[in-house]
């Protein structure tokens, strides 16, 4: 009995093993240049598929969802290695590399002179790849990339603005010294397009006439649809464009434009388990604001430059 509950225990630990971690993933880029023919390209990106498959590996079709990218060349041997001798023949260069930041793990050169060549090395060749791969990353040489920062379905963001803002009616002003700050939410429900929304408070001081300045507190609210992109697995870049809504919180002193057209960007930054991220906007007014007091209409043109931090939840 205990000889029975050893072995359940044992083969209850390999499968959780196994399911904490996945096989790696790969993608395979098509091979540039060109060899004895069209054929070369075509079998070698065969047989590296082969290799993979044949060692239960995961082929992604697209690079953004690979951990490791097999990329390959083919050049004149002879002016590779800038010697007369090898001009009739050709020189494969195969590449592992992260696919972030385009970094080789391993390489391995072949130089062949005719197809018959080629698919008598070649699979020797990818063999030792994929088994120096494997001995890799059994010792941990290197680690799978980990970008799941980057694909959450949810983000959550506080970010602090420095929020100048011009005034023009029947004179123009502008105020520089303004600060505010925001909470917002991002909904990406495709691996490129988001919904953006959120919160946020900033200060006016409008003048728009000889008289005084006149101070408000202004809730506002943007709206936008965000494009994401991915170049690396360091940073993101997301434009985005929308509209604010805009409500004075102070009685009666200020009567802003309800909606302000509004486009920037969001430049995020991988840092500890979340993303820095610099966010620089510009708005303007829909239709004219005024001033309650003396009925004196303007129309806002507002900057934010924003710098926060945000988390992302329930990965894609």
């Known amino acids: 009995m205990k000889s029975f509950l050893a072995l359940l225990l044992f083969g209850l630990t390999l499968s959780i093993s196994a399911q904490s971690n996945p096989p790696p993933s790969f993608f395979i880029s098509p091979i540039e240049g060109q060899g004895t023919g069209p054929g070369d390209n075509n079998f070698i990106v065969v047989n590296v598929g082969n290799e993979i498959r044949a ?51 391993l390489e391995q050169q072949l130089v062949y002179s005719t197809i018959e060549d080629l698919g008598y090395f070649f699979p020797l060749l ?59 939410a991002e909904w990406h429900f495709t691996n490129f397009l988001a919904l953006k929304a959120g919160a946020g408070i900033a200060p006016e001081w409008v003048r728009v006439t ?77 239709r004219l604001s005024r001033l309650h007091e003396s009925e004196s209409t303007y129309r806002r043109y507002l900057i934010h430059i924003g710098l926060g931090y945000k988390l992302g939840f329930i990965t894609r």
Do not use: C
């Open 210 to 286: 000889n008289q005084e300045g006149y101070q408000d507190l202004i809730l506002e609210v943007p709206v936008a649809l965000q494009f994401v992109f991915k170049p690396s697995t360091h940073f993101m870049l997301e434009p985005y464009g929308g509209i604010m809504l805009n409500f004075p919180l102070m009685h009666r002193i200020t009567d802003p434009s309800l909606i302000s057209a509004m486009a920037g960007f969001q430049y995020g930054v991988k840092m500890g388990p979340g993303v820095f991220v610099v966010n620089p906007r510009l708005s303007i007014d829909l």
């Open 55 to 105: 060692r239960d590996y995961i082929i992604t079709s697209s690079v953004f969802d690979a951990e490791y990218v097999i990329a390959g060349r083919i050049e004149n041997a002879g002016d590779y290695y800038g010697d007369p001798e090898l001009w009739d023949s050709f020189i494969l260069v195969l590449e592992l590399r992260n696919p972030g930041t385009g970094m080789n793990f």
């Open 126 to 184: 990818m063999h030792n790849m994929m088994s120096m791969f494997g001995e890799s990353l059994e010792s941990g040489a290197f680690e799978p990339i980990d970008d799941t920062w980057k694909n959450k379905h949810i983000y959550l963001s506080a970010i602090a603005y420095w929020t100048p803002r011009i005034y023009m009616g029947l004179d123009s002003s502008f105020h520089y010294r303004n600060f505010g700050g925001a909470l917002l």
